[in-house]
C-alpha cells in the first residue's frame, strides 16, 4: 500500500485551502500529509468520495509509470 501525497489531490483538481480543511475535518494531521502521505487505507476507510477520488488517481499514476 502507498501514502497518498498532497500531489495526488492537487492533480485531482482540489485546491491546498479545501485539502487542509478535509484533514481538519477528519482529524488528519496536516504536516504529516504534507510531510510523509497519509496511507491509502487510511482514507479509504473514511468512506469519503474526495479521499476515494485522490486514492484511484494515485493508482492511476502509480500504473502508467
Known amino acids: 500500500m502507498s501514502n497518498v501525497r ?3 489531490a492537487r492533480a485531482c483538481g482540489y485546491c491546498r485551502k479545501g485539502i487542509k480543511k478535509f484533514c481538519e475535518r477528519h482529524g488528519l494531521d ?3 500529509f504534507l510531510t510523509e502521505g497519509i496511507p491509502e487505507e487510511e482514507l479509504l476507510s ?20
Do not use: F
Open 6 to 8: 498532497i500531489e495526488h
Open 30 to 32: 496536516w504536516n504529516t
Open 46 to 65: 473514511m468512506d469519503d468520495l474526495m479521499a476515494t477520488k485522490t486514492v484511484e488517481h494515485m493508482k492511476e499514476q502509480d500504473e502508467q509509470s
